[in-house]
């Protein structure tokens, strides 16, 4: 199950914990792997690590011209875009009073503004061959919201609104669009925190502890697969239980 | 002119299944071709392909029938 021989995937914020190992589930079931970030160095080291099939396709979603390039760059580097998963995402996390206009605009330009520019392009060539994916990673608090999170909440809120509605578009064309909305997940963000925080965190998820990247992959995995073909427009919660909806 | 025409009839044909004599100069792609509004997006893409040009969105919107399409292309080359 989950083969995915012969498919290409382009992975953005693969320079991070949950992009990386995203990455890493995806070429570990045959896909051909673009890895994007604006950071290069450990884009390099990922893959180094995975060897052939990954190739690697630094942007800064925050640049409107890098990331109307990226598909264009990641199609002659891999010959397609099979699989699109929009992960890459930034926080400036604020009370809401306090929030600047460049605090809501860079993170809804870089979470939500480049999911659809990316899909934009991706989806041309993915109508015409009749199969594609497209997997959006949102978060729990798009559902459940967060203080002092008003912009990132937002941005993950929207993303699901747009998976939902190109679903619906591009569901006779054998692709679909769905979310993958992480809760909390331990990276090398969340091992910063102290004991007390990650105890009073753990409390209040049924699992008891923070999820993994490998989980999230897993779900990601499992959405870009061929299996998952009649599953389009939904958003799938790995979050331990919390915020069942 | 002629050419133009059967290129872009044929790519018609073939998108939307249907009968060639169908697809004449008033032809609506939507009323008379039984296409949806997503089909008349991926024509539009299929002669931006065949032609080798780009058919920016607003035009793309203006593009409605057979004929709409052929002069497009003509008054494009």
Redesign the interface.
């Known amino acids: 199950m989950f083969d995915l021989t012969g498919k290409t995937a382009l992975v953005t914020g693969a320079s991070g914990g949950i992009g990386g190992a995203i990455a890493r589930a995806l070429h570990a079931a045959g896909a051909t792997v673009g890895l994007s970030g604006t950071r290069e160095a450990p884009l390099q080291d990922l893959a180094a690590d995975l060897g052939d099939r990954a190739h690697v396709l630094p942007c800064n979603l925050s640049d409107r011209a890098e990331v109307d390039g990226l598909i264009k760059t990641a199609t002659a580097a891999m010959g397609g875009v099979d699989i699109l998963v929009n992960n890459a995402g930034i926080t400036r996390d604020n009370l809401f009073m306090r929030m600047g206009d460049d605090d809501w605009d860079s993170v809804l330009e870089v979470n939500l503004t480049s999911t659809m520019r990316l899909s934009k392009t991706a989806i041309?060539p993915m109508?015409?061959a009749r199969w594609g994916r497209i997997v959006n990673i949102t978060s729990v608090v798009g559902a459940t919201g967060n203080a002092g999170q008003a912009n990132y909440a937002a941005a993950k809120a929207g993303m699901v609104g747009l998976s939902k509605s190109l679903a619906q578009?591009?569901a006779?064309?054998g692709i679909t669009v769905n979310c993958v909305a992480p809760g909390f997940i331990a990276t090398a963000m969340t091992d910063k925190l102290d004991d007390d925080r990650k105890a009073a965190i753990n409390s209040q998820i049924p699992a008891a502890r923070m999820g993994t990247p490998e989980e999230i992959a897993a779900a990601v995995l499992y959405l870009a697969s061929e299996e998952a073909g009649y599953v389009t427009g939904t958003t799938l919660h790995v979050n331990g239980g919390m915020a069942m909806s | 002119m002629s050419d133009v025409a059967d290129r872009v009839r044929k790519i018609v044909v073939e998108h939307l299944g249907v009968e060639e004599g169908k697809v004449v100069e008033g032809a609506s792609f939507i009323d008379d071709l039984g296409a949806d509004s997503l089909d008349t997006v991926e024509l539009v893409m299929a002669f931006e392909e065949e032609f080798g040009i780009e058919i920016p969105d607003d035009a793309a919107e203006t593009i409605q029938t057979f004929g709409d399409a052929v002069k497009f292309i003509n008054d494009a080359g």
């Open positions: 041309r109508m015409k578009e591009v006779t064309r």
